[in-house]
Protein backbone atom coordinates (compact mmCIF):
# COMPACT_ATOMS: atom_id res chain seq x y z
CA UNK A 1 0.00 0.00 0.00
CA UNK A 2 1.56 3.22 -1.26
CA UNK A 3 1.65 6.11 1.53
CA UNK A 4 -1.83 8.08 -0.47
CA UNK A 5 -3.46 4.79 -0.29
CA UNK A 6 -2.75 5.00 3.33
CA UNK A 7 -3.30 8.40 4.38
CA UNK A 8 -7.28 7.54 2.93
CA UNK A 9 -7.37 4.29 4.70
CA UNK A 10 -6.32 6.07 8.07
CA UNK A 11 -8.50 8.98 6.95
CA UNK A 12 -11.86 6.63 6.90
CA UNK A 13 -10.53 4.49 10.02
CA UNK A 14 -10.14 7.69 12.24
CA UNK A 15 -14.30 7.96 11.99
CA UNK A 16 -14.55 4.31 13.66
CA UNK A 17 -12.79 5.40 16.91
CA UNK A 18 -14.93 4.33 19.90
CA UNK A 19 -15.17 8.25 21.52
CA UNK A 20 -14.49 11.11 19.66
CA UNK A 21 -10.62 12.39 19.96
CA UNK A 22 -10.40 15.78 22.26
CA UNK A 23 -10.78 18.95 20.00
CA UNK A 24 -6.79 19.55 20.62
CA UNK A 25 -6.22 16.22 18.22
CA UNK A 26 -9.10 17.34 16.15
CA UNK A 27 -7.36 20.50 15.04
CA UNK A 28 -3.98 18.33 14.57
CA UNK A 29 -5.60 16.17 12.46
CA UNK A 30 -8.11 18.87 10.69
CA UNK A 31 -4.21 20.62 9.85
CA UNK A 32 -2.29 17.86 8.66
CA UNK A 33 -5.43 16.88 6.48
CA UNK A 34 -6.00 19.88 5.03
CA UNK A 35 -2.24 20.18 4.51
CA UNK A 36 -1.34 16.71 2.87
CA UNK A 37 -4.98 17.35 0.61
CA UNK A 38 -4.55 20.80 -0.27
CA UNK A 39 -0.78 22.35 0.60
CA UNK A 40 -0.04 25.23 2.27
CA UNK A 41 -3.08 27.61 3.71
CA UNK A 42 -4.66 29.30 1.01
CA UNK A 43 -7.40 31.40 2.58
CA UNK A 44 -7.00 34.11 4.72
CA UNK A 45 -7.51 33.73 8.20
CA UNK A 46 -11.17 34.08 9.51
CA UNK A 47 -12.64 36.93 11.71
CA UNK A 48 -12.61 37.31 15.27
CA UNK A 49 -16.72 35.95 15.53
CA UNK A 50 -16.24 32.27 13.83
CA UNK A 51 -13.96 31.24 16.52
CA UNK A 52 -14.24 27.30 14.95
CA UNK A 53 -13.04 28.36 11.83
CA UNK A 54 -10.39 30.39 13.17
CA UNK A 55 -9.05 27.39 15.31
CA UNK A 56 -9.33 25.24 12.30
CA UNK A 57 -6.74 27.92 10.03
CA UNK A 58 -4.42 28.53 13.26
CA UNK A 59 -4.42 24.14 13.36
CA UNK A 60 -3.71 24.23 9.36
CA UNK A 61 -1.34 27.22 8.98
CA UNK A 62 0.54 25.54 12.13
CA UNK A 63 1.56 22.58 9.94
CA UNK A 64 2.55 24.91 6.63
CA UNK A 65 6.14 24.19 6.04
CA UNK A 66 5.74 20.43 5.73
CA UNK A 67 5.20 18.74 2.06
CA UNK A 68 2.02 16.49 1.23
CA UNK A 69 3.58 13.60 2.15
CA UNK A 70 5.03 14.50 5.31
CA UNK A 71 1.62 15.90 6.62
CA UNK A 72 0.22 12.34 5.14
CA UNK A 73 2.79 10.38 7.31
CA UNK A 74 2.42 12.28 10.40
CA UNK A 75 -1.71 12.61 10.09
CA UNK A 76 -1.11 8.42 9.89
CA UNK A 77 1.00 8.62 12.98
CA UNK A 78 -1.57 10.80 15.08
CA UNK A 79 -4.51 8.49 14.01
CA UNK A 80 -2.55 5.45 15.09
CA UNK A 81 -1.49 6.59 18.73
CA UNK A 82 -5.31 7.72 18.80
CA UNK A 83 -6.40 4.07 18.70
CA UNK A 84 -3.30 2.98 20.78
CA UNK A 85 -4.99 5.62 23.63
CA UNK A 86 -8.15 4.24 23.05
CA UNK A 87 -7.19 0.49 23.29
CA UNK A 88 -8.83 -1.00 19.88
CA UNK A 89 -6.00 -0.79 17.51
Given at each position: ?G????????????K?????????D?L??????????V????????????MR????W??????????????????IT????L???????
Amino acid sequence: MGLKEEFEDHAEKVKTLPAAPSNDDMLILYGLYKQATVGPVNTSRPGMFNMREKYKWDAWKAVEGKSKEEAMGDYITKVKQLFEAAGSS
